[in-house]
């Protein structure tokens, strides 16, 4: 799949209410979720300007990532039912960004659930290569979180 398929793609998605997409195929996989429509058009942009490598995931809570297969791809997923959150607070910095070395033990996000902050914990040591969720948005046990590449 190249940027023009996406880009049509886009276009289409763009001048509906569909809120998530997702396209596989022998050459890859494309995801694209918003959560309004200029959170859409910026990570769009984004990947205009990008050349995949290979499959490529957009989402609106991060810029678009160019998935890889690895073996040292490992999937953090929800310990339970809730709201996600990036940050302690509103004004809070995320615990982790895109790019982010991090620690096994190391606290990566908050969820919510019957009015308790649950710190979650990183569950080995690596390097964060993508945030599937966006901040406020309620999740599901086992739905995946982070995608982090550890370290060996």
Request: charged content about 25%; some cysteine.
């Amino acid at each position: 799949m190249d940027i023009k398929d996406i880009k049509t793609i886009y276009k289409f998605l763009r001048d509906t209410d569909i809120v998530e997409f997702e396209l596989e195929g022998k050459e890859g996989r494309v995801k694209i979720r918003r959560g309004s429509v200029s959170q859409a058009s910026d990570a769009f942009a984004a990947l205009a300007q990008s050349e995949p490598a290979g499959p490529a995931k957009v989402a609106a809570a991060e810029a678009p990532v160019v998935e890889k297969k690895s073996e040292n791809i490992k999937v953090m997923t929800s310990p339970m039912v809730g709201t996600f959150y990036r940050a302690a607070s509103p004004e809070a910095q995320p615990f982790v960004e895109v790019g982010t070395t991090i620690k096994s033990g190391q606290a990566l996000c908050i969820i919510e659930a019957m009015k308790l902050m649950n710190e979650v914990e990183s569950e080995f040591s690596g390097k964060i290569v993508s945030i599937l969720v966006e901040n406020g948005q309620p999740v599901e046990y086992g739905e995946p979180l982070f995608h982090v590449e550890v370290s060996k």
